[in-house]
């Protein structure tokens, strides 16, 4: 149940077209959910992130699309250029179990490549 | 831009060989947590601390792991005898806002191999 499943595992973009990485939670306890970036040898950093009382939020090229519902979100990215080379990992938040503290449970991540 | 740094970069041990991984969070976080990933695979939630004491830890975190915030800066992860399944990339990270939408911050990791 704590689980995040997170699709696909691998993607082939060609530079300018739209990539799109899925995820998934049962845990309705999961309250935020961040998406993070990740370059090879250096740790994940936020990328964007959205609350689930929110069906959508843009940051420039990159969007979260929210589905409470479906207990299901998304992120595209619009135009993507090489430098978007990257794994993303989907992510929930839930309160630890003292509920003194959050913590992140992650995807298994989405190895992302954009082709020029 | 403050960042959370990490020592060592990559530290190579041979089985039961007891580890410490340092951190040092950025210097006005107040939560601390530790997340490994095993190569190729998903960043694991490891332990989270909180006002001096572990707010929760996952399976992983069996007796062989501790953690330890020896004084007002480092943070650190000690693994008392090291398995070959212990090997993985090893990251701490800080967030200062006690509310869900803090940010969490990574260091670049720690490297660790078992042979």
């Known amino acids: 149940q704590q689980q995040v499943k997170q699709s696909p595992q691998s993607l082939i973009v060609q530079k300018g077209g739209i990539s799109i990485i899925n995820c998934a939670y049962e845990n309705t306890a999961f309250d935020y959910f961040p998406w993070y970036q990740q370059f090879p040898g250096k740790g994940p950093a936020l990328l964007i992130a959205?609350?689930?009382?929110?069906s959508e939020k843009k940051e420039g090229r990159f969007t979260i699309s929210f589905n409470k519902s479906a207990k299901q979100f998304s992120l595209h990215i619009m135009d993507s250029q090489p430098g978007d080379s990257a794994t993303y990992f989907c992510a929930a938040l839930s309160s630890t179990s003292g509920g003194s503290n959050y913590k992140l449970t992650f995807g298994k991540g989405t190895l992302l490549t954009v082709n020029p | 831009e403050p960042e959370v740094t990490q020592t060592p970069s990559h530290q190579v041990t041979q089985m039961g060989q007891e580890v410490i991984l340092r951190c040092v969070p950025i210097s006005n976080h107040l939560y601390f947590y530790w997340y490994r990933q095993i190569l190729g695979q998903k960043v694991e939630f490891l332990v989270s601390f909180y006002n001096n004491e572990i707010s929760e830890k996952s399976e992983i975190f069996d007796d062989q792991f501790s953690v330890e915030r020896p004084d007002g800066s480092n943070f650190t992860l000690k693994i008392r005898s090291t398995k070959l399944e212990d090997s993985a990339m090893y990251f701490c990270a800080s967030r200062r806002l006690a509310g869900r939408t803090g940010e969490l911050f990574f260091g670049e990791g720690s490297r660790l191999t078992v042979l």
């Open positions: 959205i609350r689930p009382d929110v």
